[in-house]
């Protein structure tokens, strides 16, 4: 296919009813029949990425192999696509003004009144079109955040009618809206969805398809009803009913032809059969457990799934890879604290500790490592997880009392965890942090080595200290060995203990790299050694 295709896909009535979603199953959709995928989202907040904001504002931030800090909704682009984002696929209004306003001090509007129009669309625009410049692509899917009608939206809307008017049949516009049950009246109501699309044809699109999210399905006097008040064809009034599982939702677009309907309107011949077989073995599997298993997320934010977002959609994956159902109790770290982690992580056939910045909890998370210590049940520590099991190790088998991170204590004797020197000189919120893809070289014959079967790993990081070298001796002495290292810089990036069952401690974040299509080895792992902790029990 010659020219890249761009679809956008827009909200209306009610935030979360899922057009990452949508957008990640259109584009699996479209990937079965052969063709080359990438989404991006736009987002219309002023921050320049979702790297500072609290995790209660915007759930998990998401990262990137190129060490972008990016809207969750990325890892569902890559969870569904099995392909790898980039910066270029998380734009913000933040970094759309940043960029215009850099390009205005250098002068490169030539003394121009610098305007919402031409100069903020055209950075839009821009924005959008980037991912071509680096890779070709047949299909560019792009989700707008907020609902249509938010006064931040109005720029990316624009630019939209601007790109459609531009590049005609080689832009097509997805808009997904809500069709509520009144159970009062025991009837759906289409007026929320005509009002909603009669916004979005004010500022000068017209819809080509309609996504509907309904409680319940659709007859065709509705779909005849939306269409026709609409003005769009009747077969492009596509249902999208509530879903057992987020991954059923390829199914459903299928079912209901979303994709056929793209490639119609967009003039772009169906020519090779969807095969989506890998799919519906996933599927298969995920709601065919054989058995299940009860494993412990001990976090901080646990009020709130979406902070790990990423890390429950990985046991999704290594539950159905082992034919598993895993069942998640999630902990909060304060709450351990108070009860005792006896109490709380009593019966948990695995309990991992889960990332994070702040002093808040951190007593309850080393508390909760000491459990799984002493008690040889499976654990995994993730970033800060790995960072408490150091420190939890140091103060109980070391006996180094007090030994602590010196991101929360600067006093402590014995600084186990600590910033880098390089580090230290660095101002900025984002300036000091590891962010992106870093390779680890793993030591033979250890569990790691066993899990990756590869000397040489890559995984993505986000944090800032780093394990004290200064003390690697005296850990290996006593049993906790560093199994994997970034060599350039002589970091710890896996810890072990040999005389457990299961215990792993790792800096990065392996829950980023986990997909459908490849379940990430150490959750999958993980989940074994669970299910042979239960067997054993």
Known sequence: MSNTKFIFVTGGVSSSLGKGIISASLAKLLQSRGFKVTIQKLDPYINIDPGTLNPYEHGECYVTEDGAETDLDLGHYERFSNEPTSQANNITTGRIYLSVIEKERKGVYLGSTVQVIPHITDEIKSSVKLLTERNHYDFVITEIGGTVGDIESLPYIEAVRQMKWE??????????????????????????????????????????????????????HLREKIARFCNVAQSSVIESIDAESIYDVPILMRQEKLDTEVLKLINVPVENDLDISDWEEFLRKLKNPKTEVNIALVGKYVELKDAYKSILESFVHAGASNQ??????????????????????????????????GERGIEGKISAV?????????????CLGMQCAVIEFARNVLKLN???STEFDLQTPFPVIDIMEAQKKISGMGGTMRLGSYDCKLKPNSRAFDIYQSELIHERHRHRFEFNNHFLEKFEAAGMIATGTYQAENLV?????????????????????????????????????????????
């Open 402 to 404: 007090n030994a602590h």
């Open 167 to 220: 590049m005609g049949k080689d832009v097509l516009v997805i808009h997904l809206t809500l069709v509520p049950y009144l159970s009062a009246a025991g009837e759906l109501k289409t007026k929320p969805t005509q009002h909603s699309v009669k916004m979005l044809q004010e500022q000068g699109v017209q819809p080509d398809i309609i996504v509907c999210r309904t409680e319940h399905h659709l007859n065709d």
């Open 493 to 537: 990036e896996i810890v072990e203990i040999k005389n457990h069952p299961w215990f792993i401690g790792v800096q990065f974040h392996p829950e980023y790299k986990s997909t459908v299509a490849n379940p990430h080895p150490l959750f999958v792992n993980f989940v074994k050694a669970a299910l042979k902790q239960k067997q054993e029990e």
């Open 370 to 382: 000491r459990f799984a210590r002493e008690n040889k049940i499976p654990f995994l520590g993730i």
């Open 324 to 357: 598993v159902k895993v069942n998640i109790r999630m902990v909060h770290s304060e709450l351990i604290e108070k009860q005792g982690a006896a109490k709380l992580l009593k019966g948990m056939n695995g309990i991992l500790v889960a990332p994070g910045f």
